[in-house]
């Protein structure tokens, strides 16, 4: 039976296609070599689990340390009840010790009526002192624990700390989403943080785990191939790495979703067109993880940096520096370039606003068929107008009801482009982070080729300028990089006297037709 792809929980590599987990994990030897305890973190379904699970596993084949991997989430439904969140982890700890070590290198039975504030440091310390080899934890989902529970666990790692390794754990490794530093205290009506004199401030270094790079999910599709003979062209392996960028959960629910579903013929190989079909469901379904990161766009702090994304302002605030931090965390976005953000991936870029715009898009009455020509192509200049009456009549309301407002423009003309481009084309966007424009561009295949047009959208705020210079500038420079020679400027005026919706002029800008839409 071939292994598969896998998407739920941590690979197994004796049932799913994986990758050698310690490369993503470069210097952990070394850092537990010399007793250090550190924190790894990476965004959900990433493969931190996956990762330290086989390196303790390979620890314990080399002899050399007793390394237990071990989950803290039973802890969180203890809340700030220390008691039973510290019974969960040292409970944990104790089963996993059984499942995974020799019995000589088990924990002893310990004295349940310990305090809280000292069980789980009597419990390591006596482990400790009685396993023949050094001990090494891997405590994973640390922060699913809440408040007081979270805080006293970090502490009583602390208080020992020094001892280690004969009487203390030689190495702890915390993983979880974020830096240890930016744990939340869940019950404040605002996250609050436990700051620089975080009581885990013996912590050598902070970790990530990277993203797979091209060739890592060449190799990851191509252990399919040598198992089952259906193989991945090079065209689809670069289309899934530029829509992923190496993301792993979804590098293995593209391959998933057209080797189970799609494509299930192993004599028919994998190309671009699939990976594409691949995304398209992957999106329409909303599978837990992307359903999980999509719940996330709710939260204020994350709205504080998703929002001007999207309308391509500058992201700004009092306690932005953590925002973006804790939305990077998320995998929402990444730092790029000379540390400018952006979305994480292409593949997100159409998740999010299809997410925020979703029922919009549903309530549009409009069709395909009223906008395509007898050849097969779209009337652009059609659609366009068609979506001026159709602002004309609902924009207001539609502003007040988006979740972003600042970005809600935006969103409502995507999901007008969408509903009519949905199962016939497709989007693709490109956010330009201080620059206060949105570019689209539409493909849409027809019998004589593939039809492409670009719009740039802007908004025209209050106390500024007409953006209509700039973005004429703008939409060249995107025209340049498509080889297009005409193209549609939106500007959305939110001004409280703009003028009527629905004016719309021809310009000729450097060789280039540019039609002006302002509504």
């Known amino acids: 039976m071939p292994r598969t792809f896998n998407t739920a929980g941590p690979c197994d590599p004796r049932l799913h296609y994986m990758l050698p987990p310690e490369r993503r994990l470069p210097g952990v030897r070394n850092l537990l070599d010399q007793q250090s305890y550190f924190v790894l973190h990476a965004p959900r379904q990433a493969g931190k689990t996956t990762s330290v699970r086989a390196l ?46 020799a019995p000589e290198l088990q924990p002893a039975a310990e004295a349940e009526w310990r305090k809280p504030e000292t069980r789980l440091w009597a419990f390591l310390a006596d482990w400790a002192r009685r396993s023949s080899l050094p001990v090494v934890l891997f405590l994973d989902e640390i922060d699913s624990l809440l408040d007081a529970t979270l805080i006293s666990v970090l502490r009583q790692l602390r208080t020992a700390y020094p001892d280690r390794p004969q009487s203390f754990p030689q190495s702890v490794v915390l993983v979880g989403l974020r830096d ?23 912590k050598i270094e902070s970790l990530t785990l990277r993203n797979f790079t091209r060739d890592e999910v060449e190799e990851l599709y191509s252990q399919h191939t040598a198992e089952t003979g259906q193989a991945f062209t090079h065209e689809a392996v670069d289309r899934a790495f530029g829509l992923t960028r190496g993301q792993p959960w979804l590098v293995n629910a593209l391959a ?16 671009a067109a699939h990976v594409e079909k691949a995304k398209e469901a992957l999106i329409a379904r909303r599978d837990t993880h992307l359903d999980s990161l999509i719940d996330r766009l709710r939260e204020p702090r994350v709205r504080r940096v998703i929002e001007p994304l999207l309308a391509g302002d500058l992201v700004v605030g009092d306690r932005i520096d953590d925002d973006v931090a804790y939305v990077e965390d998320l995998g929402l976005i990444e730092r790029h370039g000379e540390g400018h953000i952006r979305i994480a991936n292409p593949l997100y870029h159409e998740v999010i606003p299809r997410a925020l715009a979703g029922i919009t898009q549903l309530t549009i009455p409009y069709s395909t068929s009223w906008y395509v020509r007898p050849d097969g192509r779209l009337d652009m200049d ?29 969103l409502v003309l995507l999901a007008f482009l969408q509903r009519i481009v949905n199962g016939g084309g497709a989007i693709d966007r490109e956010y330009a982070l201080g620059m206060g424009r949105m570019d689209l561009c ?5 019998p004589g080729g593939l039809q492409r047009e670009a719009i740039e959208i802007k908004v025209w705020r209050p106390g500024r300028p007409d953006p209509q210079e700039s973005g004429i500038e703008q939409l060249g420079g995107y025209l340049d990089r498509l080889g297009l020679d005409h193209g549609y400027l939106v500007i959305f005026d939110r001004r409280p006297n703009a003028a009527p919706v629905g004016e719309r002029t021809e310009i000729e800008a450097e060789g280039r037709r540019i039609a002006v839409l302002r509504l």
């Open 382 to 410: 059609g659609l366009l107008a068609g979506f001026s009456g159709f602002w004309r009549e609902h924009g207001e309301a539609l502003l007040s009801s988006q979740p972003y407002p600042e970005a809600a423009p935006h």
């Open 180 to 202: 240890v530093r930016d744990y939340r205290l869940a019950v404040r009506p605002e996250p609050v943080t436990l700051g620089t004199a975080s009581p885990f401030n013996i």
């Open 56 to 101: 303790a596993e390979h620890l314990r084949a080399e002899g050399r340390y007793a390394a237990v991997y071990a989950s803290c989430e039973a802890g969180q439904a203890a809340g700030g009840d220390v008691e039973a969140g510290i019974s969960a982890v040292v409970d944990s700890l104790r089963m996993q010790a059984r499942e995974q070590l």
């Open 442 to 446: 539409v493909r849409w295949p027809y």
């Open 256 to 271: 998933r979703q057209m080797v189970e579903k799609d494509v299930p013929d192993r004599n028919v190989p994998i190309t």
